[in-house]
């Protein structure tokens, strides 16, 4: 029986990585796969999905509109395996058909990305996974205090943290780095009294 997966984790600990690594698991194994993101990610290219170690793959991109479920019966029905990278982008629409998939054509869907924004608030899709998910794992890294990390701190371009602004902001080690609570905390407090 197929499971709605949810793989997530802070800022640079692999997550991209470890579903390109997947993705090249099942292919090897002559399985088919489809290999989906937001559209709202156009970091690395509208149809490439790419990690910071050089892994990459094509993909196909999912607008906000796109109703996912139709895309995948009519589009992708010979396929295996569904693997979304950046989920946290996707809607609640997006996640909803995902879980349908899943229940009603038995393929198992791997879905990959952010809990939380640079304020520690769940992103939508996320938030969709967690309600939703049968399986949900966390990709560990660490702050640079040897701590686990669980926030996306966002950084200015003098590097201080940023403690406001739209939930979105598309970037990665040049304008967020992962952090343990604390040391967030402590530097948001720092910043404030200079």
Known sequence: MAKLYFKYGAMGSSKTAQALIT???YEERGMKVWLIKPSLDNRDGKTVI??????EA??????????????????????????????QFFTEAHIDALRR??????????CFGLRTDFLCHLFTGSKRLFETA???A?????CSCGSKAT???RLDENMRIVTEGAQVMLGGNDCYVA????????KIKEQSQK
């Open 138 to 142: 966390e990709i560990k890294t660490i």
């Open 101 to 110: 998939i899943v229940d009603e054509r038995d393929i198992p869907v791997l």
């Open 179 to 186: 952090m343990c609570h604390k040391c967030w905390c402590d």
């Open 50 to 55: 790419r990690s910071r170690i050089g892994l």
């Open 23 to 25: 993705k090249f698991n």
């Open 151 to 153: 926030v996306n701190a």
């Open 58 to 87: 094509v993909c196909d991109t999912i607008d906000e509109s796109t109703d996912l479920f139709y895309e995948f019966t009519e589009h992708h029905p010979d396929i295996d395996v569904i693997i979304a990278d950046e989920c």
């Open 134 to 136: 049968d399986s949900i």
